[in-house]
């Protein structure tokens, strides 16, 4: 019998940290894309995590202290609305199949919160997230004060819970890294798709529709985030998400897409010919930053910092554009320099998990904090080459960034999304069009 997912656990976890108070965890709103259409609803993570429950219209309540309980404000079962619009749990439904301690219509929430808030000491909410939930909770803590004359007192501190939660989220149990394998399983497979199906004169378009066939097919409704598809030039701009131009033959093409799965992202970019056939000058870029990323990875090991796959990254890359002639001087001196920029200026990586740039700080107290086993961080070094007088013309419009998933273990790491082709010979490879 397979264990349930530890959502109870993880409220046990956010009562332990909060000590005493009560918590208020707003679902994510619907949104109008236009007319009577809604954009595809997404769920909260922080209230997903906590839960399981993925409808709108939603409220978790966690209180801490002698009496713990954990409480959901959902829709009322309705008939009529559910022909239209489908299944609702209901607040009986929903308590009894999400293991909380009781559950209520979200239409008393106000009236219910002025109780439950009521000889709180703190409060946590997610402070700053939603104008509209800041005013809210304010009228509520306002409408507690106005019951002193009682002896009821209101929350004197207000704290925000995601610094909580945060820390939580950031160390994945053994049920997040299983559905993180599994949409990078998905996510490897849609890039070896788009390269089997590459050709020059095809649009971008049509290799992203290739990647997302392949997510929905395999149960990952949605892209994690909004891929991108960069032929040529257009390689260059580290957002491109136009993806409506024509493959050349002759250039490479970047894709960074990732499904979501079970709520979880992967995270891949890979780099390669159009035509199947890296030319010497794009095999030589490509290899430097192959090698910058595998450096990254080996530095990526638990008790090392969070700076350290980002450093040895660097290293290979600066080193790499000096031989390449994009660089002059020394390696220190690039360094010292950042000349390097005009080449490579982003981060080697971040965290993720539910969101594709996971939550978690980076630094603590200051200092960079050191990789512990259950994170999962990205490990993604590139290079950018625009055109200029000061750059051989071979390597113009070359645009490169190979990315992959990494789980830290207690004895080092697991690349999850390694099955995605990356090698140079790999990829001619898979690309040979029979």
């Known amino acids: 019998?397979?264990?349930?997912?530890?959502?109870?656990?993880?409220?046990?976890?956010?009562?332990a940290l909060m000590q005493q108070g009560i918590a208020i965890i707003p679902s994510a709103p619907e949104v109008v894309r236009n007319g009577d259409a809604h954009y595809d609803y997404r769920h909260d993570s922080y209230l997903y995590y906590l839960t399981g429950f993925s409808e709108p219209e939603a409220v978790l309540v966690v209180i801490a202290g002698e009496m713990p309980q954990s409480i959901l404000f959902c829709r009322d079962k309705n008939s009529e609305r559910e022909i239209w619009d489908g299944f609702r749990y209901g607040p009986q439904t929903?308590?009894?199949?999400?293991?909380?301690?009781?559950?209520?219509?979200?239409?008393?929430?106000?009236?219910?919160?002025?109780?439950?808030?009521?000889?709180?000491?703190?409060?946590?909410?997610?402070?700053?997230?939603?104008?509209?939930?800041?005013?809210?909770?304010?009228?509520?803590?306002?409408?507690?004060?106005?019951?002193?004359?009682?002896?009821?007192?209101a929350p004197s501190e207000l704290r925000d819970v995601r610094e909580l939660?945060?820390?939580?989220?950031?160390?994945?149990?053994?049920?997040?890294?299983?559905?993180?394998?599994?949409?990078?399983?998905?996510?490897?497979?849609?890039?070896?798709?788009?390269?089997?199906?590459t050709r020059p004169g095809q649009f971008e378009y049509e290799v992203e529709a290739e990647l997302l066939h392949e997510f929905c097919r395999h149960g990952a409704r949605h892209a994690a985030y909004t891929s991108i598809v960069a032929g040529g030039a257009n390689a260059c701009t580290l957002h491109y998400?136009?993806?409506?131009?024509?493959?050349?033959?002759?250039?490479?093409?970047?894709?960074?897409?990732?499904?979501?799965?079970?709520?979880?992202?992967?995270?891949?970019?890979?780099?390669?010919?159009?035509?199947?056939?890296?030319?010497?000058?794009?095999?030589?870029?490509?290899e430097l930053v192959l090698a910058s990323q595998a450096a990254a990875i080996d530095a990526a090991q638990p008790g090392r910092l969070w700076n350290a796959p980002h450093e040895a990254a660097l290293r290979?890359?600066?080193?790499?554009?000096?031989?390449?002639?994009?660089?002059?001087?020394?390696?220190?001196?690039?360094?010292?320099?950042?000349s390097y920029k005009q080449f490579y200026m982003h981060r080697t990586g971040h965290w993720l998990g539910m969101d594709v740039h996971d939550v978690g700080?980076?630094?603590?107290?200051?200092?960079?904090?050191?990789?512990?086993?259950?994170?999962?961080?990205?490990?993604?070094?590139?290079?950018?080459?625009?055109?200029?007088?000061?750059?051989?013309?071979?390597?113009?419009?070359?645009?490169?960034?190979?990315?992959?998933?990494?789980?830290?273990?207690?004895?080092?790491?697991?690349?999850?999304?390694?099955?995605?082709?990356?090698?140079?010979?790999?990829?001619?490879?898979?690309?040979?069009?029979?």
């Open 361 to 434: 700080d980076y630094k603590v107290v200051d200092q960079w904090r050191p990789l512990q086993a259950g994170m999962v961080l990205t490990v993604e070094p590139g290079c950018y080459i625009r055109p200029s007088d000061k750059v051989p013309k071979a390597l113009w419009n070359i645009g490169i960034r190979i990315e992959d998933d990494v789980l830290i273990t207690a004895k080092g790491n697991e690349v999850l999304t390694q099955a995605a082709p990356k090698t140079v010979s790999e990829i001619e490879e898979v690309m040979r069009h029979e």
């Open 94 to 153: 929903a308590q009894e199949q999400f293991g909380l301690d009781a559950a209520y219509s979200i239409a008393t929430l106000d009236e219910k919160l002025v109780e439950l808030m009521s000889n709180q000491p703190a409060l946590f909410y997610p402070l700053g997230a939603a104008p509209n939930w800041d005013a809210r909770i304010i009228k509520l803590r306002e409408d507690v004060k106005a019951k002193a004359r009682t002896g009821v007192r």
């Open 241 to 286: 998400v136009g993806n409506d131009a024509r493959l050349n033959n002759g250039d490479l093409l970047l894709i960074d897409a990732g499904c979501e799965f079970a709520g979880y992202a992967a995270d891949i970019t890979r780099t390669y010919p159009v035509n199947g056939k890296f030319s010497a000058a794009q095999r030589d870029v490509y």
């Open 316 to 338: 290979v890359l600066a080193q790499g554009f000096i031989d390449l002639k994009l660089c002059q001087g020394s390696l220190e001196g690039v360094l010292e320099s950042e």
């Open 165 to 197: 939660l945060n820390e939580l989220r950031l160390f994945k149990d053994t049920h997040e890294q299983s559905f993180m394998r599994r949409a990078s399983t998905i996510s490897c497979e849609a890039h070896r798709r788009a390269m089997r199906f």
């Open 1 to 15: 019998m397979t264990e349930p997912v530890p959502y109870a656990a993880r409220r046990k976890q956010l009562q």
